[in-house]
């Protein structure tokens, strides 16, 4: 089974701390993404990587930055966490050409205070 | 501008009735849907896809219909029970956009005992 795992489950930052959120993908898959959940709002994309060292945002890029040194692990950076990027973080992968199946991490809870 | 529409914000039904979840698409570039299931404190996992081409895919309990002329797809579960119940994530890719997903803001879905 492939397994995207996710560091924090839980997570309380202070506002103005830079945050790191790390993601680590067993299944060798190219593409990486960084998904935010929030209610009433769905799943919506920040960036996402389908190559090492490669990026490209997504649909809500401000106030994050991407990190793909290696192809298994993909980073979230916030470097100025503000109460506004309290949110469900989600990492997905998926394999290259021919399928947009997403395998979703279990998820980081991000409390800014 | 939501490319991928889910008004229903709820839904409830009683365990062995039919489930119908609805989704809404206006990017006619969409060729490929997929639906995920997210149980709280998870990540969504994948139930079940349809490529464009298509009209209907049945796997066990759940179908999905596509009606392309009408940019809408349902889901249905049948007979619903009460370990269905999570947030139904519906979810459209172009295919050429590196296989990133648009996903809904999702249908919480009860099924009662």
């Known amino acids: 089974d492939v397994k995207v795992t996710q560091s924090s489950r839980y997570l309380v930052k202070r506002t103005g701390e830079k945050v790191f959120l790390e993601c680590v993908q067993d299944?060798?898959?190219?593409?990486m993404f960084w998904y935010r959940q929030d209610p009433g709002l769905g799943l919506r994309l920040i960036y996402f990587?389908?190559?090492?060292?490669?990026?490209e945002k997504g649909d809500i890029p401000e106030g994050y930055s991407v990190s793909r040194e290696k192809k298994e692990r993909f980073s979230l950076i916030l470097e100025s966490a503000s109460t506004n990027q309290t949110s469900m973080y989600l990492c997905?992968?998926?394999?290259?050409?021919?399928?947009?199946?997403?395998?979703f991490g279990s998820g980081t809870q991000l409390s800014v205070l | 501008d939501q490319q991928v529409k889910q008004n229903s914000p709820s839904l409830s039904v009683q365990e062995g009735r039919i489930s119908i979840l609805n989704c809404d698409y206006t990017?006619?570039?969409?060729?490929?849907f997929l639906w995920y299931k997210k149980y709280p404190a998870e990540g969504p996992t994948f139930l079940i896809s349809?490529?464009?081409?298509?009209d209907k895919n049945e796997d066990g309990r759940f179908t999905v219909f596509l009606n392309k002329s009408a940019k809408h797809l349902s889901l249905h579960i049948v007979p619903s029970q009460p370990g269905d119940s999570a947030v139904y994530f519906c979810?459209?890719?172009?295919?050429?956009?590196?296989?990133?997903?648009?996903f809904g803001k999702g249908t919480l879905l009860t099924v009662n005992p």
């Open positions: 299944m060798d898959h190219e593409n």
């Open positions: 990017n006619s570039m969409f060729d490929y």
């Open positions: 979810a459209a890719s172009d295919g050429g956009s590196n296989y990133k997903l648009t």
């Open positions: 990587s389908y190559d090492v060292k490669m990026k």
């Open positions: 349809i490529s464009s081409i298509k």
């Open positions: 997905a992968s998926s394999p290259p050409t021919g399928t947009e199946k997403l395998f």
